[in-house]
C-alpha cells in the first residue's frame, strides 16, 4: 500500500521513519532550560518527541493530520503556517526543514509573520536554511548516510534562477525507498536580513558556523551574548555542523 502524502507531496511514512540525529541537541544547547517551544511544520514529530524527552514543552503544528496522528502526548495543531493565530506566545519558535527557502516569496514572509506573532518579547526564533555559501551546481551527486541507517542522495539538480534550483532526494532505510521532489530559494545573509526586517525581526546569531541555522529575536529586543562571533554575530550554544 502506497503511503499517503501530505498537502505538498512529502511522504508521510519516510518522515515518521526519519531520524532525528543532533538536531535535537543543538536546539536544546542554545535555548532556556524547560523553554516553551512553538514548533512549526513539524511533521510527524521526530524533532517533538526528543524536545519533550529533553524536558520542554513542545506544541507541534502541521497541515497534515496524517502526519500529527504520529504525534502522540504533546499538544498538536492541523494548520497551514501562514494560518496560524493560536492567541499564546512562546519562549522558542522553531522554523526548521528549510521552510524559509520555499520558492514562494509571498509564503515565506507569511512564515516569518507567524513566527514574530508567536514568539515572546525576549524569545528566539530558530530558522534552518542552508549555508548561504553553498554552491550545489559546483557539488557532484552525493549520496551519504545521515543516521541510523538512513541513506540520503541527490539527482536531477537543475538551476531554474540565480536563485532558484529543483533536484529530486532518494532516501533509503532499511528496505523501504522514497523520492521527494524539491524547489528551493537560495537565502543569503543580505536577504535573510532584509526578510526578517520586514517580519519585525531582527538577526541575532548562528548556532553552528555555516550559518545554516540562525537565531532571530523580535526588534529591538536584541539580546547580547558572550561567545565566539562570525562575521560579528554571535554564536549561540555549541558550534556544531549537522
Known amino acids: 500500500m502506497r503511503s499517503p502524502l501530505t498537502p505538498d507531496g512529502s511522504p508521510v511514512e519516510l518522515f515518521a521513519r526519519l531520524p532525528a540525529g543532533s538536531t535535537p ?14 514548533e512549526l511544520g513539524a511533521g510527524a514529530g521526530r524533532i517533538t ?23 502522540k502526548g504533546p499538544e498538536t495543531v492541523e494548520s497551514r503556517i501562514e494560518d496560524l493565530a493560536m492567541g499564546r506566545r512562546f519562549d522558542v519558535v522553531l522554523l526548521m526543514s528549510h521552510l524559509i ?23 528566539q526564533v530558530i530558522i534552518q536554511r542552508d549555508p548561504p ?39 533509503q532505510i532499511d528496505d523501504s525507498a522514497w523520492s521527494q521532489s524539491v524547489v528551493t ?15 519585525g525581526l531582527e538577526l541575532d546569531g548562528f548556532l553552528v558556523p555555516n550559518r545554516s541555522w540562525v ?28
Open 133 to 171: 555559501d553553498r554552491d550545489y551546481t559546483a557539488e557532484p551527486p552525493f549520496k551519504r548516510v545521515v543516521a541510523d541507517g538512513c541513506t540520503i542522495s541527490m539527482r536531477d539538480l537543475k538551476q531554474i534562477s540565480s536563485d532558484v534550483l529543483t533536484f529530486t532526494l532518494d532516501y
Open 25 to 38: 541537541g543543538l536546539i536544546h544547547g542554545a535555548i532556556p532550560p524547560g523553554a516553551s517551544i512553538l
Open 49 to 71: 518527541r526528543p524536545l519533550v524527552e529533553l524536558g520542554h514543552e513542545v506544541v507541534a503544528v502541521d497541515e497534515s493530520s496524517a502526519m500529527l496522528a504520529y504525534i
Open 215 to 242: 537565531v532571530a529575536r523580535r526588534r529591538g529586543e536584541r539580546r547580547v551574548t558572550a561567545g565566539n562571533k562570525i562575521g560579528g554575530v554571535s554564536i549561540h550554544g555549541s558550534p556544531r555542523s549537522t
Open 185 to 199: 530559494r537560495r537565502v543569503d545573509d543580505d536577504v535573510l536580513k532584509h526578510e526578517l526586517a520586514l517580519a
Open 101 to 123: 527557502e520555499t520558492p514562494d516569496l509571498d509564503q515565506s514572509r507569511a512564515f516569518l509573520k507567524t513566527c514574530r506573532a508567536h514568539v515572546t518579547d525576549h524569545g
